[in-house]
């Protein structure tokens, strides 16, 4: 009898999670992708829908796939890393999933096909490249201060990592003064945190962000692991007035191999690992 693999992802159906993992487990039978919306809570609604499964849709395997989205410090290698505590997540290694869709070669071959290239002034892909980093560098302030506020809140006080509406709209200044002083206020409206938070911690820590995203890893294009991708794009955007933000993603998730990003191989052999053993 064969294996029932379920995979819980944040979304929707047409999500780019949900086309993500259908990219990554193309092919393999009795593997569902379930979408559950917000990532908040997520346990309590697997463990809900657990208790209501019957015992022939039943998975005799289960995983949420998520991204880290500041909740999970970035690894030092490309890993697909299980959550310490809740054995059934697994983390992607970059910090959101939109991270996967931008790619040079894609966004040039995007570019020439709608014959946008001309319009944006882009020749070739390494100008797609240089275009990157200079949206990259808009929002290095911003994206810092955002890791600063992940890597100092805990479960308990949870004061999110931006200010804005929601990630992918962006601060009125970007400037690194501006996004300071308006991190702060959001750390000290979190009254119970004050008592054990000193500005100078989170200087030190912002301090150590900051100086990670120099000329070398903006060069190497290490934004597209740390940055928040919603974030990115906005930024881009501003650099590309009336780019086509939807219809670029639907052409990179048509162009999207798996096979190019370690931790999503490593969630192919996951998966195949547990449908034959």
């Known amino acids: ?41 997520a346990g ?19 995983l949420l796939f998520r991204d880290r989205d500041f909740d999970k410090p970035v690894p030092d290698a490309p890993i697909l890393e299980q959550d310490e505590n809740k054995k059934y997540c697994y983390y992607a290694y970059r ?7 931008f790619d040079t070669s894609d966004f040039y071959s995007f570019l020439k096909t709608n014959e946008l290239d001309k319009k944006y002034s882009i020749h070739n892909e390494e100008e797609v490249k240089q275009k990157f980093i200079e949206a990259a560098k808009k929002i290095k302030c911003y994206q810092a201060v955002r890791h600063t506020m992940g890597k100092m809140r805990t479960p308990e006080i949870d004061f999110r990592t931006r200010w804005t509406e929601k990630s992918g709209k962006l601060p009125e200044h970007l400037d690194e003064n501006y996004c300071k002083q308006k991190a702060l206020e959001k750390i000290n409206q979190a009254k119970s945190f004050t008592d054990f938070w000193t500005q100078t911690g989170f200087n030190e820590i912002y301090s150590t962000f900051i100086n990670q995203f120099d000329d070398d890893f903006m ?11 919603k974030d990115f794009a906005s930024s881009l955007q501003l650099l590309l007035l009336g780019f086509p933000l939807k219809k670029y993603y639907k052409y990179a998730k048509k162009c999207f191999d798996y096979k190019k990003f370690p931790d999503l191989i490593a969630l192919r052999d996951l998966i195949e690992s547990k449908l034959t053993h």
């Open 95 to 101: 910090n959101t999933i939109e991270n996967y869709l």
């Open 219 to 229: 060069n190497k294009l290490d934004f597209l692991i740390y940055f928040q991708g």
């Open 44 to 62: 309590a609604i697997i463990q809900y829908k657990a208790e209501r499964e019957g015992s022939v849709d039943k998975p005799d395997f289960k």
């Open 1 to 41: 009898m064969s294996k029932f693999i379920k995979i819980y992802c944040e979304g929707g159906k047409g999500s780019h999670d949900y086309d993500i993992l259908d990219s990554v487990i193309a092919e393999l039978p009795s593997v569902e992708i379930e979408p559950i919306g917000g990532i908040r809570g």
